[in-house]
């Protein structure tokens, strides 16, 4: 699953660069592409960067 979500990602990330030199050759609104732009990043980033963590002993009460 953490493939798929990551080749959509990829994919969201070039198309959002194309419209981010479109925006930039003012063929596209800038304020639309640089926000656009930044979420398809954290989205191919964020399950990457998602790790197993430790969350505590169930059912520890503090007594040793």
Do not use: D, E, Q, W
Not at 46 to 58: A, E
């Amino acid at each position: 699953m953490i493939r798929v979500r990551t080749f959509i990602g990829i994919c969201f990330i070039l198309v959002s660069i194309y419209f981010y030199l479109l925006a930039l050759m003012h063929m596209f609104p800038l304020y639309f592409a640089g926000p656009l732009l930044f979420f398809s990043i954290l989205f191919t980033l964020k399950p990457l960067s998602n790790r197993k963590r430790f969350k505590g002993f169930k059912g520890f009460n503090g007594r040793a």
